[in-house]
């Protein structure tokens, strides 16, 4: 079975200041992987994906990932945070051979962006 | 489009009672899910749909979860009866394929006293 580790419960940053936020994935198949966010009492949304093609992948808001396969990572990074990128983001896998249309999620990651 | 519509936002109510969750996925998507977040375990697949069938209810807890999806624009989760460990954000999601994009609607935060 597929899981997503996203190795940070929480992180706190200060505004204009870079941040990776860290998300390793277990398959040995090829994979889809994706970044949710999801802001205080609303449902989660999609900050980007990563289907096929280009390793870096650039979603919403100026965030970007890397898929790295040997790695099995797919880190997100922005280079300068503001206050409003404090939201949970979670972590997600779907493996398309697989025959399920289920996504498998992180425990998510709290960044806290501090004036 | 407005979105994945869910009502009610907010629901309490007493241990033992029915509760019913509605969904109105966005028009066209063929895939439905139901999640369930809280603090310890985190979101939780419940089941998916896709056209309407249920595909994979395998993360339904139990017997009292019951969910239907009568057409391709409403489906309901159902707990009978409710109880205090049913307390929990759910979430409605639809999707337009199978490539694993979903799009959420705001939750019903459930409060079983």
């Known amino acids: 079975a597929q899981s997503v580790t996203q190795l940070d419960s929480q992180v706190p940053v200060f505004e204009e200041a870079p941040v990776e936020l860290r998300c390793n994935y277990s398959?040995?198949?090829?994979?889809?992987l994706f970044w949710y966010v999801q802001y205080p009492n609303q449902g989660l949304q999609l900050l980007l994906k990563y289907l096929s093609g280009s390793t870096l992948v650039k979603g919403i808001n100026g965030f970007e990932a890397e898929f790295n396969k040997s790695q099995t990572s797919f880190h997100l990074r922005k280079p300068s945070v503001h206050i409003s990128d404090t939201a949970e983001y979670f972590c997600a896998v779907r493996a398309p051979q697989g025959g399920s249309e289920k996504l498998v999620f992180g425990k998510g990651t709290k960044l806290t962006v501090n004036p | 489009d407005a979105g994945v519509i869910q009502s009610p936002r907010h629901e309490v109510t007493e241990m033992g009672q029915e509760v019913t969750l509605r969904c109105k996925p966005i028009s066209g998507h063929d895939y439905l899910f139901w999640y369930r977040q809280t603090m310890m375990r985190g979101l939780e697949l419940l089941i998916y749909f896709n056209n309407n069938v249920p595909i994979d209810d395998s993360g339904m807890p139990e017997d009292r979860f019951s969910a239907k999806m009568p057409n391709a624009s409403f489906s309901t989760l159902k707990i009978q009866p409710s109880e205090p460990r049913d307390s929990a954000v759910y979430f409605c999601a639809s999707s337009p394929d199978r490539r694993g994009i979903q799009y959420f609607g705001a939750g019903t935060r459930l409060s079983v006293l």
């Open positions: 398959s040995s198949v090829s994979v889809y």
